[in-house]
């Protein structure tokens, strides 16, 4: 019975305490992936017209 609760326990950490499973964290990476989003929609507001005329040059350039 010993072994079992061992190999069933999650596994000490240097400090002697267990360590909590960071495999179900989702509402943090559900927060993180929306923050990301809003702020890649934030910035192509501002630098959108940017991008496309840097891009429109460039192809321009490559075509000749």
């Known amino acids: 019975m010993r072994a079992y609760v061992a190999l069933a326990a999650p596994p ?3 400090s002697g305490t267990r360590r909590r499973d960071e495999r179900g964290d ?4 559900v927060l993180i992936t929306v923050m990301t989003a809003g702020l890649v ?9 940017q991008l496309r005329a840097m891009l429109a040059d460039a192809l321009a350039q490559v075509r000749g």
């Open 12 to 14: 000490l950490d240097p």
């Open 26 to 29: 989702v509402p943090g990476w």
């Open 41 to 49: 929609g934030g910035l192509w507001q501002f630098a959108g017209p």
